[in-house]
């Protein structure tokens, strides 16, 4: 279960790319009723989303050249230099190279061999997230690759990563947890194979919900598209996959997708 104690190696953070960051907060404050606190100038347009004044997510405008709306998701490091060459020598690339967040931390932007972007984060003064594994908050993260075992073996490289197979539908899920602690305790996130023909590899996060097929209503309201609509799936619990006005993908779950 993905935990405020953030292990290294476990999802920290997640933040959104948007060409509008304000349209974005709109949308999503519109199906999770998130509030939006932005962080001024000096933070160039970055800001935080909110529920009862906690951090769930945050977004920013797009500052790489050639990007797309997408959620990224950090993973948490005890030393953010040592683990952006553990991406370059396992064959990743790193696309924007460490440097502090002021006070906060320090992060690096990274792509997995197979095209996969996601970051890390060595905290200072912010550890992460105020609130994963709530509803309207992170739950779990699930990286989608066309080579599933190539995908966990570079991980495995540069943080250390366990898995254990789990049975799915026309599939078999790798459920992930850290280095260390219990296998199953630990659980913050799945790697699966690509969901269709066209799909670039991806991390997307999912959000936990009771009411499932009432934020895809909200979601379709706001002007959000419905990329696999709400269904059961054995034991698992019932998801969606969404994507926001701006095309950026991100899921919903009723329940924890690590319990049967």
Same mark, same amino acid.
């Given at each position: ?19 509008d960051p304000a ?11 998130w509030t939006f ?60 190279a460490p440097f ?56 495995? @490289? ?9 049975? %799915? ?5 790798? #459920? &992930?947890?850290? =280095? $260390? ?26 959000? @936990? ?9 909200? %979601? ?5 598209? #419905? &990329?696999?609509? =709400? $269904? ?29």
């Amino acid at each position: 279960m993905l935990t405020t104690d953030f292990p290294n190696g476990s999802p920290c953070w997640i933040d959104l790319g948007s060409p509008d960051p304000a349209a974005a907060a709109a949308f999503y404050g519109a199906v999770f009723g998130w509030t939006f606190q932005q962080l001024g100038p000096e933070a160039g347009g970055y800001g935080f989303f909110q529920t009862d004044g906690k951090t769930v997510a945050a977004v920013g405008p797009l500052t790489e050249e050639g990007a797309q709306s997408a959620w990224t998701t950090y993973f948490k490091t005890p030393d953010a230099d040592a683990t952006a060459r553990a991406v370059a020598d396992a064959g990743g690339t790193v696309r924007v190279a460490p440097f502090d967040v002021m006070e906060a931390g320090r992060m690096a932007q990274v792509t997995d061999p197979q095209g996969a972007r996601f970051a890390i984060w060595q905290a200072g003064t912010t550890q992460g997230l105020d609130v994963v594994s709530a509803d309207d908050a992170l739950v779990w993260t699930e990286l989608h690759t066309g080579d599933q075992e190539a995908g966990f073996a570079f991980y495995k @490289a540069v943080f250390g990563w366990r898995n254990e197979p789990f049975p %799915a539908p026309g599939m078999t899920y790798l #459920v &992930l947890s850290p =280095a $260390e602690g219990d296998l199953k305790a630990t659980t913050f996130g799945g790697i699966a194979p690509v969901m269709g023909e066209g799909q670039p590899p991806s991390w997307t996060p999912y959000f @936990a919900t009771e009411v499932v097929d009432e934020l895809v209503g909200r %979601a379709e309201k706001a002007g959000g598209k #419905v &990329l696999m609509g =709400a $269904e059961d799936v054995p034991n698992v619990g019932r998801i969606a996959w969404l994507a926001d006005p701006f095309g950026a993908p991100f899921a919903l779950i009723k329940g924890e997708p690590q319990e049967s």
